[in-house]
T-cell receptor, first 120, second 110 residues
Framework: AQKVTQAQTEISVVEKEDVTLDCVYETRDTTYYLFWYKQPPSGELVFLIR??????QNEISGRYSWNFQKSTSSFNFTITASQVVDSAVYFC?????????????????FGKGTKLSVIP | NAGVTQTPKFQVLKTGQSMTLQCAQDMNHNSMYWYRQDPGMGLRLIYYSASEGTTDKGEVPNGYNVSRLNKREFSLRLESAAPSQTSVYFC?????????FGSGTRLTVV
């Protein structure tokens, strides 16, 4: 079974502060994929990043960065110099490779999300 | 979202009524999924389809049926709606390279 835990339910920061959203996952699979999605108040789900289990390099994209550590089963997301437009619910998700005998379909398991409010 | 179209966007049902949520994709993916989103619960998988002609239960399948009509379309049916099925429903397509979500259907059962 797969599980994703986002312990922070809600976070509030003042604009320009840095903020880190935590994500801890559980899986028995050796091949898996981790994702972050953003859900702004408008409701759509916006893909941010994908990381496979064999690639532990950290990644930076503009003000966003991700820290993947297999040793602690964590995939944390940091926003630097936060902006009001970053206000959203952020979901961490895990997808394991299909079983050899299975349906050939990945199943994406979500955490419960962290609501980030950036105050001007 | 480009590539995944859900209809309707909003729906109000009375308890006991039935309805079908439609999802269509033009991304040529084999796998399609239905999720529901409830406050504080994240997104939970209802059913998925690995390929045309196959469907499997996810985490919360009770009260739902699905149909993979062809490679493009994957529908979710509520045979007898209950207030507990009030939720936002998302269709998704994809796999390990990423998932694309529809814009969602907000369903209220009164």
């Amino acid at each position: 079974a797969q599980k994703v835990t986002q312990a922070q339910t809600e976070i509030s920061v003042v604009e320009k502060e840095d903020v880190t959203l935590d994500c801890v996952y559980e899986t028995r699979d050796t091949t898996y994929y981790l994702f972050w999605y953003k859900q702004p108040p408008s409701g759509e789900l916006v893909f941010l990043i994908r990381r496979n289990s064999f690639d532990e390099q950290n990644e930076i994209s503009g003000r966003y960065s991700w820290n993947f550590q297999k040793s602690t089963s964590s995939f944390n997301f940091t926003i630097t110099a936060s902006q009001v437009v970053d206000s959203a619910v952020y979901f961490c998700a895990l997808s394991a490779a299909p079983r050899a005998s299975g349906a050939g379909s990945y199943q994406l398991t979500f955490g419960k999300g962290t609501k980030l409010s950036v105050i001007p | 979202n480009a590539g995944v179209t859900q209809t309707p966007k909003f729906q109000v049902l009375k308890t006991g009524q039935s309805m079908t949520l439609q999802c269509a994709q033009d991304m040529n993916h084999n796998s399609m999924y239905w999720y529901r989103q409830d406050p504080g619960m994240g997104l939970r998988l209802i059913y998925y389809s690995a390929s045309e002609g196959t469907t499997d239960k996810g985490e919360v399948p009770n009260g739902y049926n699905v149909s993979r009509l062809n490679k493009r379309e994957f529908s979710l049916r509520l045979e007898s709606a209950a207030p507990s099925q009030t939720s936002v429903y998302f269709c998704a397509v994809g796999g390990n390279y990423g998932y694309t979500f529809g814009s969602g259907t907000r369903l209220t059962v009164v």
